[in-house]
């Protein structure tokens, strides 16, 4: 696609219940970052891919968050057993590899919002 | 002390103002990143730049490597540039991805 996809665009979901966040990035973009954006907050961020590299999962608030990217494009973010808290919009961005000359320009996809009730 | 402030934090404008959103880093960087978000939107890419000064419409952004500042100008301001602005700095090496956020400006221009 053109640009960096992501589904399911809302999701309402109860507490406890598992969820499936979805991003598509941008066909050649080895790079993807997943962060959580709070009503009125920043950017949070929460995993980092980079090919075949292992993830950079420093941000992940809890074990009950995992994310997994298959064949080095398409990835998952999945929240076990929902929590009020995590209400939040996720998005995710991609980009070129970085490099220490700098990386290409970052584009972001337009983000999950969930609601957990 | 955040490795990359922005400030002001929020920024009130009347329509035609001169508007400059300013973004000091302390760590080492590949390249700054300058970004759009507006109320309920996505997220765009304004600018990326690792030296000099780059220009796009009224939008304007310069760095200055060596005092480890970026300045984002918007000239002859209007109502629809209202929204977040927010600064990146790519630190290749560095942690979450090499990248990090600045807190984001939020500007509001009045008609």
């Known amino acids: 696609g053109a640009g960096v996809s992501q589904s399911p665009s809302n999701k309402v979901t109860e507490k406890g219940k598992d969820v499936e966040l979805r991003c598509d990035p941008i066909s050649g973009h080895t790079a993807l970052y997943w962060y959580r954006q709070s009503l009125g907050q920043g950017l949070e961020f929460l995993i980092y891919f980079q090919g075949n590299s292992a993830p950079d999962k420093s941000g992940l608030p809890s074990d009950r968050f995992s994310a997994e990217r298959t064949g080095g494009s398409v990835s998952t973010l999945t929240i076990q057993r929902t929590q009020q808290e995590d209400s939040a919009v996720y998005l995710c961005?991609?980009?070129?590899?970085?490099?220490?000359?700098?990386?290409?320009?970052?584009?972001f996809g337009e983000g999950s919002r969930l609601t957990v009730l | 002390k955040n490795e990359v402030e922005q400030s002001p934090q929020n920024l009130t404008a009347q329509e035609g103002e001169f508007i400059t959103i300013n973004c000091s880093y302390s760590v080492g960087i590949s390249a700054l990143h300058w970004l759009q978000q507006h109320p309920g939107g996505g997220i765009v890419s304004l600018f990326m730049?690792?030296?000099g000064k780059k220009k796009h419409g009224r939008l304007i952004a310069t760095i200055n490597i060596q005092e480890k500042h970026s300045s984002l100008h918007i000239t002859a301001s209007h109502p629809r540039d209202s929204a977040v602005y927010i600064c990146?700095?790519?630190?290749?090496?560095?942690?979450?991805?090499?990248?990090?956020f600045g807190k984001g400006t939020k500007l509001s221009v009045k008609p």
């Open positions: 990146a700095a790519m630190n290749y090496g560095g942690s979450q991805g090499n990248l990090i």
């Open positions: 730049l690792s030296s």
């Open positions: 961005a991609s980009t070129l590899r970085p490099t220490p000359q700098g990386s290409g320009e970052l584009f």
